[in-house]
Each structure stands twice: as structure tokens, then as C-alpha cells.
């Protein structure tokens, strides 16, 4: 099935409303202001370049989104032109005036909210990353310091709470609405041929650094790994065996379960699951991130997905679709109520 989910926005790309930034989508019109000069700490000029009721924005965050958007850029696009500099800039401009306004309408009740959800959301990362080392790494290649990278998430979160909270209520999806959806997108409800299997994963790979093992390291992983599938091969428990030895941190509390479609798995690991029988072990399978002891739980022919499982996932999807027709209009009287004045992008 071609799951249908609503976008949510990336920290790291600089989204920190779910206001859509877009190449052919600059600032509108709104009225310029003249520029206020004032200096940055370094003692620089920082002029304001947006400004409305209770905030300003200065060029040096403007510079500094302007950054983290190239930092996050798909490393094979081209460079940015001038031309499309001067637009990306207004787009970012546009959107951190957005979270502004979205921020100053937060509550007590709704700041306590985003701080738990930022908080909550951390600890799942930092858990299914495996390593609190390589996920502050990761938070670096972004441009942004550990610090920063929180002050995002939370001020997104804070933003959706917002969001969720004006606008929603507005959207009315019908029940006719969805199945009519859900009949005039029958691929969209294929269910490919999938296969539910459970994995013990012995790690060949550094647990900060990601690297390869050196071979003597390696061998004993492998000496562990045969010992595991050899009490799998006695009928000890194997989502008892996963969870005691696995190191596989996305998988490993659930038993090492994992259900999927041909095409998601690496290529050593999708073969092994789909070739066996259910209740079958493998032998050892050795993949880039180990050794696995597979075991096939159950096979699944394609078929349709009924809608009632789907129904729920429909209804946000067309929720999210009306959510975003909404926001420009939105946007456009928050900045009105705000007096906002734009500058110059830069």
C-alpha cells in the first residue's frame, strides 16, 4: 500500500511552521519599512529587516536560516543562483514571520505542551538512532548546534499546537468525502505481497562511529551470532532472544519484529525473510550493519486494504490537504492584525 500521511515539517530544513516554502512562492507585496541599523555582537551592522507588533527580525537570522536551508539542500542539486537567492530568502523571510506569529499566540498550557512533545521526541530519536554520539552528529551536519537544533523543535511544536488549534476546527471532511477518495484512488490502497519477520542483529559496526569492526572484533561477533541461532534452533523463544541480544534499536523491544514489503529491506536481508516458510530460521545472513538470525513469522499474499483500516488515515490525509489551502489566508490576517512590515529579504 501507498501509504497516504500528512507532511510534517523537518527541523532541520528550517521548518519551523508548517507554511510551505517554495521557489515560485516569494514574499507578497507588504508594504516596506525603512530599515533600522543596529549592531550585531561581533559588531557588525544587523539591521531589522521584518518587523511587526512585539517582534523584530534581524539579518543575522535571516543569514542564519538562509545556512541551515543550504546545509540541508539534496547535495546533488545545483548551486543557488542569484536570482533564485534573492527568492529563497523571501521565502524564509515569509517564514519566520509566520512562526513569530504563531509563537506569540502560544499559551502556558501550550509551551508545556511543546516542551514535553520536544522532549518526547529527542529520546525516541536518540533511541532509534541507537547513539547519543552519532545523533549530535547528525544535529551538526544540519548546521545547527545541539542547542539550536531544540529551540527549533520546540518553537515547531509549539507552532502546530497553534495551528492545530485555530484552524482545524475549521475543516470539515464529510464521511462521503473519504470514501469517495478511497474509490477514486484504488492504487493507492494496493497491498503489496509482505512478509512479517522477526531478526536478532549482532553488530559488525562501531556503536559511536558507525565503522566497520576490526576482523578480531568481527569475529567474536560472529561466534556470538552463532550461538544466539543455535538456541533458536533448540526453540528458545525468538522475541526473548531479540530483546536479550539484538542490537537492533528499532526493533529489538518488539521482539525484532518487522512486517514489509519486497523493496524496503536491504537486499541480503529481504531475500533470506521472503524465501523461507514461516516458522523457519536462517542461517547466519550477513548485511553492512551485521549478522542476522531471520526468522519468517508469517507470509502475506497482495490484496486491497479494506477501508475501514484506512479510513482514519484518509480523513487526516484530506484534513492535511484543506489545512494547507487554509494557511496563506490565515498567515495574511495575522500579519495584517501584526502590522507587519517587511524590509528587504537581503
Known amino acids: 500500500m501507498k501509504y497516504i500521511t500528512s507532511t510534517l515539517a523537518c527541523v532541520a530544513g528550517m521548518t519551523l511552521a508548517t ?18 541599523a543596529t549592531k550585531s555582537a561581533d559588531g557588525f551592522d544587523d539591521p531589522v529587516v521584518a518587523k511587526g507588533k512585539n517582534f523584530e527580525i534581524k539579518k543575522s537570522k535571516l543569514e542564519d536560516a538562509f545556512v541551515v536551508y543550504k546545509a540541508n539542500m539534496n547535495p546533488k542539486a545545483p548551486p543557488i543562483t542569484d536570482d533564485q537567492r534573492s527568492t529563497v530568502k523571501s521565502n524564509l523571510l515569509d517564514r519566520l514571520i509566520f512562526t513569530e ?25 536518540k533511541k532509534q538512532i541507537g547513539s547519543d554520539t552519532v545523533f549530535e552528529a547528525q544535529v551538526k551536519s544540519t548546521g545547527m548546534s545541539m542547542d539550536q537544533f531544540k529551540k527549533r523543535a520546540f518553537e515547531q511544536n509549539l507552532c502546530e499546537i497553534v495551528l492545530d488549534r485555530e484552524v482545524k ?105 521472503f524465501s523461507m516458510k514461516a516458522g523457519q530460521v536462517s542461517d547466519l545472513v550477513e548485511t553492512r550493519f551485521g549478522y542476522h538470525i531471520i526468522k519468517t513469522l508469517e507470509k502475506m499474499p497482495a490484496s486491497k486494504v479494506d477501508f475501514a483500516k484506512v479510513e482514519p488515515r484518509i480523513k487526516e490525509y484530506l484534513t492535511s490537504q484543506e489545512f494547507q489551502k487554509k494557511l496563506p489566508t490565515y498567515f495574511e490576517k495575522l500579519k495584517k492584525d501584526a502590522g507587519v512590515q517587511i524590509v528587504k529579504a537581503g
Do not use: W
Not at 507554511?19 to 533600522?36: E, G, L, R, S
Not at 538456541?231 to 518488539?254: H, N, Q, Y
Open 169 to 273: 476546527p475549521t475543516i470539515k471532511i464529510s464521511d462521503a468525502d473519504v470514501k469517495k477518495f478511497y474509490d477514486d484512488n484504488p492504487a493507492e490502497f494496493e497491498k503489496p505481497e509482505q512478509v512479517r519477520a522477526a531478526h536478532v542483529l549482532i553488530s559488525t559496526l562501531d556503536k559511536d562511529t558507525q565503522q566497520p569492526l576490526p576482523p578480531s572484533k568481527k569475529a567474536e561477533k560472529e561466534k556470538l551470532a552463532r550461538k544466539v541461532k543455535a538456541r533458536a534452533d533448540k526453540g528458545d523463544d525468538f522475541g526473548k532472544l531479540a530483546k536479550e541480544f539484538s542490537e537492533d534499536p528499532g526493533s529489538k523491544d518488539k521482539g525484532g519484529e518487522y512486517t514489509f514489503p519486497r523493496g524496503q529491506m536491504v537486499p541480503e536481508f529481504e531475500a533470506a525473510a
Open 19 to 36: 507554511y510551505a516554502v517554495t521557489a515560485d512562492k516569494p514574499v507578497d507585496t507588504t508594504k516596506p519599512a525603512a530599515a533600522t
Open 101 to 125: 506569529l504563531l509563537l506569540a499566540k502560544g499559551t502556558d498550557a501550550d509551551k508545556k505542551k511543546a516542551q514535553e512533545d520536544t522532549e518526547k521526541y529527542i529520546v525516541d530519536v
